[in-house]
C-alpha cells in the first residue's frame, strides 16, 4: 500500500482511531440505552434528544471505521475489543434522567478528547483525510456535549421574558 503515509504512521493512526472508535461506540450504546429507560417529567424531551443523539452516533461509527480500513487496517468489532479500548465506563444500572445527562457529557467530552489527542500525529503524517474526520467528530461532541451540560445548569436572569423594547423585566 501507497498511499504516501508511511506504514508506521497509518499504523498508529489506525490505532488511535480505534480509540475513538471504541470511546464512539461505547457512547452510542450508553445513549441508546438511556433513550429507553429514561423517566421522569423531562421524559419526551430527553427521549427524543437522545434518538437524535445515538442515530447521528451510529452513522459516524461507520465513517470511523472505514477509515481505519481505507489505511489498510482491520477496525475492532468486539465487545471486549471495545472495552479494552474505551475511555467511557458502562454503566450497568439505570441512573435517573439528570444523571444520564452528566454520563453523557462526560462521554461526549471524552470522545472529544480522544479525536483531539489524535491530531499531532495525524498532522505530522499529512493524513488530511482523517484530520477532517476528526474536526466534523469535534464539532459533533463539542456542542451536543455544550447542549447537554446547559440541561443542567440552574436558570439564569436572562430566562426572565424581555419587556417591550428588549429589555429585560424588573
Same mark, same amino acid.
Request: glycine fraction near 4%; charged fraction near 25%.
Given at each position: 500500500?501507497?498511499?504516501g ?12 482511531l ?13 445513549? /441508546? ?8 417529567? *423531562?421524559?419526551?424531551?430527553? /427521549?427524543? *434528544?437522545?434518538?437524535? =443523539?445515538?442515530?447521528? =452516533? ?11 480500513r481505507a489505511?489498510? /487496517?482491520? $477496525? ?21 434522567? *439528570?444523571? *444520564?445527562?452528566? =454520563? ?5 467530552? $471524552?470522545?472529544?478528547?480522544t ?23 469535534? =464539532?459533533? /461532541?463539542?456542542?451536543?456535549a ?25
Amino acid at each position: 500500500m501507497d498511499i504516501g503515509i508511511s506504514d508506521k504512521d497509518r499504523a498508529k493512526i489506525a490505532d488511535g482511531l480505534s480509540r475513538l472508535l471504541a470511546d464512539s461506540y461505547t457512547l452510542y450504546l450508553k445513549t /441508546h440505552t438511556f433513550h429507553w429507560n429514561v423517566t421522569g417529567p *423531562m421524559f419526551n424531551t430527553l /427521549h427524543v *434528544m437522545f434518538m437524535d =443523539q445515538y442515530t447521528e =452516533q451510529w452513522t459516524a461509527l461507520d465513517l470511523i471505521a472505514e477509515r481505519i480500513r481505507a489505511l489498510g /487496517h482491520f $477496525a475492532p468489532g468486539s465487545y471486549a475489543a471495545y472495552s479494552r479500548l474505551s475511555s467511557i465506563p458502562e454503566e450497568t444500572g439505570v441512573p435517573d434522567a *439528570m444523571n *444520564m445527562v452528566r =454520563q453523557l457529557v462526560e462521554a461526549q467530552e $471524552a470522545v472529544a478528547r480522544t479525536a483531539r489527542s489524535l491530531y499531532p500525529l495525524v498532522e505530522k503524517a499529512s493524513d488530511e483525510p482523517t484530520a477532517d474526520l476528526l474536526t466534523q467528530r469535534l =464539532q459533533v /461532541h463539542e456542542k451536543t456535549a455544550w447542549m447537554l451540560r446547559s440541561l443542567l445548569e440552574p436558570p439564569t436572569l436572562s430566562s426572565k421574558p424581555l419587556a417591550k423594547g428588549g429589555r429585560r423585566r424588573k
